[in-house]
């Protein structure tokens, strides 16, 4: 048989800055994201929220990955002024920069102020400081910089489950888990090395709702992710990213409580998951490569490993593909409805549904923009949609020799996309999303020809 391959990590060398700011909001924010949750404000806070910055450069361009503890965006208007205001400080043009949401349940809101909300006054400060403090990082990351090595792993994680479930008894699907459907359990790392061998970032990429805590929970909290920070943390010494995969259909078997434990336990869960992955690593900048045999007892095949060259290739595109919309009421007509509704959990539906329709107008189509990244061998790929894991599994299926980090909730929030066999049923993620069926099938087949196109370059 022929000579077997190295084993060998996806990876770039370029030159690395990291850095992090904390963003937490104020103790009587709004904070209500749950329809049936009783309380507006927040009480406590359980963990501080950050903001990661990582900066990837060459001699050709300059990349910036932001990952804050942070929800989603209401509405995309927010942070198309809030994205304008970055890339007007740092020159940037907007494939050249990622924001990134950890899709946290228990934080405030990324709104603008509303009167009509107990402790709404409180947000316009607090945004401006979150843009504060991701200046701050981005600055603080671009002159700490210095040469490095990003390489990628795959590793497992079980704290993801299957979270359309159907009603014992009824027609419609209930947004819990189901313990008859398979949830995709991929988990990507990434271990950034400096030239020096000391590790200085680790980034985490996984598909799971941070739903651990619901309307119970009065508190401000990362959920899950400020005990997988931690973990990482105390164990590696470097600084922990989050980056959030296609959760669409995926969270934790057992969540929706108010105790913040349950939440820790879930993030000490994956942080474990990555360091086993992060453990099961190549030494920095080394295969490990077949060289020969030792006559034993048996017959020993020796491996060993070896320096190798990684590629310096990096490369930052945006594009967008237009999805067919559904048939929605106008924004005014939403408003009219939601004015209109006593039911509080009813009320928040219908504002989160005028939100979306403001920002996609009324036409029958929308431009959804996405971006793919090429870090040496290495794809980065998401949007401001909520995929289901379909595209993450299927984009893998379509390059089994590539690393493909996928990512959520990138840029903006937009809606779910489901698989378009989910369109026959009563799900959640079917009735609340703006997009027609086949939406999410499109936006697959756009990911691919423009990886396709990258990979040619």
């Given at each position: ?30 904070s209500r994201n749950w329809g049936a949750a009783k309380h507006d404000t ?25 990952d804050a503890d942070l929800g989603w965006w209401r509405p995309m208007s ?342 378009e066999e989910n369109y026959e049923f009563d799900i959640y993620q079917v ?27």
């Amino acid at each position: 048989m022929a000579q077997p391959q190295p084993l060998r990590h996806a990876s770039v060398s370029a030159t690395f800055g990291v850095s992090r700011t904390e963003i937490t909001p104020p103790v009587g924010i709004y904070s209500r994201n749950w329809g049936a949750a009783k309380h507006d404000t927040a009480t406590s806070i359980h963990r501080p929220l950050t903001l990661n910055a990582l900066v990837v450069q060459s001699d050709e361009t300059k990349l910036i990955l932001i990952d804050a503890d942070l929800g989603w965006w209401r509405p995309m208007s927010l942070f198309r002024r809030f994205q304008g205001r970055l890339l007007n400080e740092f020159s940037l043009e907007p494939h050249q920069l990622i924001f990134a949401l950890t899709h946290s349940h228990a934080t405030a809101p990324l709104m603008d102020p509303d009167p009509a909300l107990p402790g709404s006054e409180l947000q316009e400060e607090w945004l401006e400081r979150v843009y504060q403090s991701a200046v701050e990082a981005i600055q603080s990351a671009l002159t700490s910089s210095s040469a490095g090595v990003l390489e990628w792993h795959s590793g497992s994680c079980q704290l993801a489950s299957n979270r359309d479930l159907p009603e014992p008894d009824g027609e419609r699907f209930l947004c819990g888990y189901n313990p008859e459907n398979s949830a995709d359990s991929t988990l990507v790392i990434g271990r950034l090395t400096d030239s020096s061998g000391a590790m200085r970032a680790v980034l985490v990429n996984y598909a799971c709702h941070p739903t651990t805590l619901a309307w119970e929970n009065e508190s401000i909290s990362p959920d899950y992710i400020g005990a997988m920070r931690e973990t990482i943390e105390q164990a590696t010494g470097a600084n922990a990213f989050y980056l959030h995969g296609a959760s669409g259909e995926l969270s934790p078997k057992y969540q929706y409580v108010g105790d913040v434990e349950v939440a820790d336990r879930h993030g000490r869960q994956l942080g474990y998951a990555t360091l086993a992955t992060l453990f099961d690593m190549n030494p920095a900048c080394q295969e490990l490569a077949y060289t020969g045999v030792m006559e034993s007892g048996a017959p020993l095949a020796v491996w060993q490993h070896r320096e190798y060259s990684p590629s310096a290739q990096i490369m930052g595109d945006q594009t967008s593909v237009h999805l067919p919309l559904k048939d929605w009421p106008t924004a005014d007509v939403l408003e009219q409805q939601r004015a209109a509704c006593e039911d509080r959990a009813l009320q928040e539906r219908l504002r989160r549904k005028r939100d979306i329709r403001r920002v996609l107008g009324d036409g029958t189509t929308h431009a959804v923009q996405f971006s793919v990244w090429k870090l040496g061998e290495a794809i980065l790929v998401g949007s401001s949609c909520e995929a289901y894991s379909k595209l993450q599994t299927e984009l893998r299926a379509r390059f089994p020799n590539r690393t493909l980090v996928c990512m959520n909730l990138i840029n903006g929030t937009i809606g779910y996309l489901p698989p378009e066999e989910n369109y026959e049923f009563d799900i959640y993620q079917v009735w609340q999303t703006p997009f027609a069926r086949g939406s999410l099938e499109r936006l697959i087949d756009a990911m691919e020809d423009r990886i396709n196109e990258m990979i040619s370059r």
